[in-house]
């Protein structure tokens, strides 16, 4: 078993190596899109291509196998079903928080103890306030990125259970 598991790798833009060899990528969607974008009719191409079909609300992975997992899920409530976003990054609707909680459970229960879980969160629909609230744990660590600051980076570590 890969020690990396990123949980919903859409198109792997957060990745440097988007095959890294180390890491299982997971999504729901396998699907290719294509854009014209501006007077220029300049192309964007978007490739989902999964080592693995499932939702990240029931991986199919047993308990603690992984070191390390990415949980990058969709952050934005109610696209229309052709908007560019929801290609992209996929689309939450009024059940986000069920999803969402759903979702990071699943990521904590298949983490090694002492594993770590690396959360993107961008607060384009909802604030990581609320998302905090939702999934009721709080990252050790966190960082705002982006040109508007409101990417958020959270670092989780799933405790080792002592006796």
């Not at 609707?93 to 986000?96: A, C, G, L, P, V």
């Not at 459970?105 to 904590?108: A, K, M, V």
């Not at 770590?116 to 961008?122: A, G, H, N, R, Y």
């Given at each position: 078993m890969k020690p990396i598991l990123d949980a919903c790798c859409g198109s792997r833009t957060?990745?440097?190596n988007k095959?890294?060899?180390?890491?299982?990528?997971?999504?729901?969607?396998d699907e290719d899109h294509t854009k014209r974008f501006g007077a220029t009719g300049s192309e964007r191409h978007l490739h989902i291509h999964p080592d693995l079909i499932c939702d990240f609300t029931n991986l199919p992975f047993e308990d603690g196998c992984f070191s390390l997992v990415i949980f990058d899920p969709p952050h934005i409530l109610n696209l229309k079903e052709n908007a560019w976003y929801r290609k992209a990054y996929g689309y939450l609707?009024?059940?986000?928080r069920e999803i969402i909680k759903a979702g990071f459970?699943?990521?904590?229960r298949v983490l090694k103890p002492d594993g770590?879980?690396?959360?993107?969160?961008?607060e384009t629909s909802i604030s990581t306030r609320d998302l905090i609230k939702t999934i009721g744990a709080e990252p050790l660590i966190g960082h705002r990125s982006?040109?508007?600051a409101n990417t958020h980076w959270l670092c989780f570590m799933k405790?080792?259970?002592?006796?």
């Open positions: 957060i990745w440097f095959n890294h060899p180390l890491a299982i990528y997971c999504d729901i969607r609707d009024d059940n986000w459970d699943e990521c904590i770590v879980l690396i959360f993107k969160w961008s982006g040109k508007k405790e080792a259970h002592t006796e």
